[in-house]
């Protein structure tokens, strides 16, 4: 029964160096997104997408790259780190809308990962 | 576009009153709305939904939502608050036919015992 599982929790960077957040679902789920959190701003989505290989931006998708090519992950790039990334990151999946009138597309979100760039 | 506003910051109430966390959205065609809970140091859990039908939907946890389509709003409820109640509170819109969801800024609920 695990869900939505996002690794590493934990996450400190310097200035210019890439890594990659990931994100694993178990659920079967379509859709699946990230987001990032900052204080007084809420959840801004920064890629979606909507089935394997199928990606799209969202809101502030700048400084990072997102890939599908299986079903379960979804791999968050950051190709080279800046202090503005600071924050914490969270996937989320969910059924695809087109299942039906009765899929709601509500959202199952992992735990976060927590990144610092210095 | 769609939009989600919250406008408090922080709710403040004691142990066993009523507790109140407003949301108002925008959307173009007819909306799906959640809400969302964070507690620390965790992920977002869902609480509940609208879809269709009842104006009143009830969650989990003793919370319930009433939607106002007039007002555009969706704001949550609970008629007695508990301490464990204290968390980060996330009101959110979809459009029925899109995919992606829009977030408010979130609320700080703070339950004094």
């Known amino acids: 029964n695990a869900g939505v599982t996002q690794t590493p929790k934990f996450q400190v960077l310097k200035t210019g160096q890439s890594m990659t957040l990931q994100c694993a679902q178990d659920?079967?789920?379509?859709?699946m997104s990230w987001y990032r959190q900052d204080p007084g701003m809420g959840l801004r989505l920064i890629h979606y997408?909507?089935?394997?290989?199928?990606?799209d931006q969202g809101e502030v998708p700048n400084g990072y790259n997102v890939s599908r090519s299986t079903t379960e992950d979804f791999p968050l790039r950051l190709l080279s780190a800046a202090p503005s990334q600071t924050s914490v990151y969270f996937c989320?999946?969910?059924?695809?809308?087109?299942?039906?009138?009765?899929?709601?597309?509500?959202?199952?979100f992992g735990e976060g990962s927590r990144l610092t760039v210095l | 576009a769609q939009s989600v506003a919250q406008p408090e910051d922080q709710v403040n109430v004691a142990e066993g009153n009523p507790l109140t966390v407003k949301c108002t959205y925008s959307?173009?065609?007819?909306?799906?709305l959640f809400w969302y809970v964070q507690y620390p140091n965790r992920g977002l859990q869902f609480l509940l939904k609208?879809?269709?039908?009842?104006?009143l939907v009830k969650g989990s946890y003793g919370f319930e939502a009433e939607f106002n389509k007039s007002q555009t709003s969706f704001h949550l409820k609970k008629p007695s608050a508990l301490v464990s109640d204290s968390a980060l509170y996330f009101c959110?819109?979809?459009?029925?036919?899109?995919?992606?969801?829009?977030f408010g800024a979130g609320t700080t609920v703070t339950v004094r015992a």
């Open positions: 997408s909507v089935g394997a290989g199928i990606t």
């Open positions: 609208y879809i269709t039908g009842d104006n």
């Open positions: 659920m079967n789920h379509e859709y």
């Open positions: 959307v173009s065609g007819n909306p799906y």
């Open positions: 989320a999946s969910s059924l695809s809308p087109q299942r039906g009138r009765f899929n709601t597309g509500e959202l199952f």
């Open positions: 959110a819109v979809r459009d029925i036919n899109d995919y992606k969801l829009s």
